[in-house]
T-cell receptor, first 114, second 119 residues
Framework: GDSVTQMEGPVTLSEEAFLTINCTYT??????LFWYVQYPGEGLQLLLKATKADDKGSNKGFEATYRKETTSFHLEKGSVQVSDSAVYFCALSDQYGGSEKLVFGKGTKLTVNP | GAVVSQHPSWVICKSGTSVKIECRSL??????MFWYRQFPKQSLMLMAT?????????EQGVEKDKFLINHASLTLSTLTVTSAHPEDSSFYIC???????????????FGPGTRLTVT
């Protein structure tokens, strides 16, 4: 079945460092790809998404490009802030029996120190 | 933005008892609600999808009689874990969408989750 693999954390960075969180996927169809973020004590929030190959999703300085050839959707940010500390989930949606469902990675915890 | 709440945020219960978890959409009408389960350091796993006024659709391997889902209104869905056992201890997360049938043209909004511990 479809699956998402993302780099294990935790990841600890200093403020203004460059961030990459790797995410690869396996899917039988043509999925849409997502990054969700969960801040402490809150629910998951959609950070960005891409619906087809070569699309780039971006939001709040974060970017990810849908790479079909490498089945990847790596999350990047050029300069992280303390407020970016959160758990990041990569996910895909695909058609299952006529409806779309989300398949998540295990999550990567990011801590940014001042 | 759209807000989804869950209640309680954590609950401890004794083995054999039932526990009800509520999921509410606070500022929008949730045509579709989803229930997920998350074990420590694991992915969120979809348990079931429910559309308002209809029976829930359960994922393969999820016991319908053990995890009762009710979606009686456009702002409230409940998950009842019946005859809970220690192996049911987990983090339960709901999400809600304004769309139907889980179409991802409509974004899912997630609740903060409920930690269930069965002793």
């Amino acid at each position: 079945g479809d699956s998402v693999t993302q780099m294990e954390g935790p990841v600890t960075l200093s403020e203004e460092a460059f961030l990459t969180i790797n995410c690869t996927y396996t899917a039988t169809g043509y999925p849409s790809l997502f990054w969700y973020v969960q801040y402490p004590g809150e629910g998951l929030q959609l950070l960005l998404k891409a619906t087809k190959a070569d699309d780039k999703g971006s939001n709040k300085g974060f970017e990810a490009t849908y790479r079909k050839e490498t089945t990847s959707f790596h999350l990047e940010k050029g300069s992280v802030q303390v407020s970016d500390s959160a758990v990041y989930f990569c996910a895909l949606s695909d058609q299952y029996g006529g409806s779309e469902k989300l398949v998540f990675g295990k999550g990567t915890k990011l801590t940014v120190n001042p | 933005g759209a807000v989804v709440s869950q209640h309680p945020s954590w609950v401890i219960c004794k083995s054999g008892t039932s526990v009800k978890i509520e999921c509410r959409s606070l500022d929008f009408q949730a045509t579709t609600m989803f229930w997920y389960r998350q074990f420590p350091k694991q992915s969120l796993m979809l348990m079931a999808t429910s559309n308002e006024g209809s029976k829930a659709t359960y994922e393969q391997g999820v016991e319908k009689d053990k995890f009762l889902i009710n979606h009686a209104s456009l702002t409230l869905s409940t998950l009842t874990v019946t005859s809970a056992h220690p192996e049911d201890s987990s983090f339960y997360i709901c999400s809600a969408s304004e769309g139907t049938s889980g179409s991802f043209s409509d974004e899912q909004y997630f609740g903060p989750g409920t930690r269930l511990t069965v002793t």
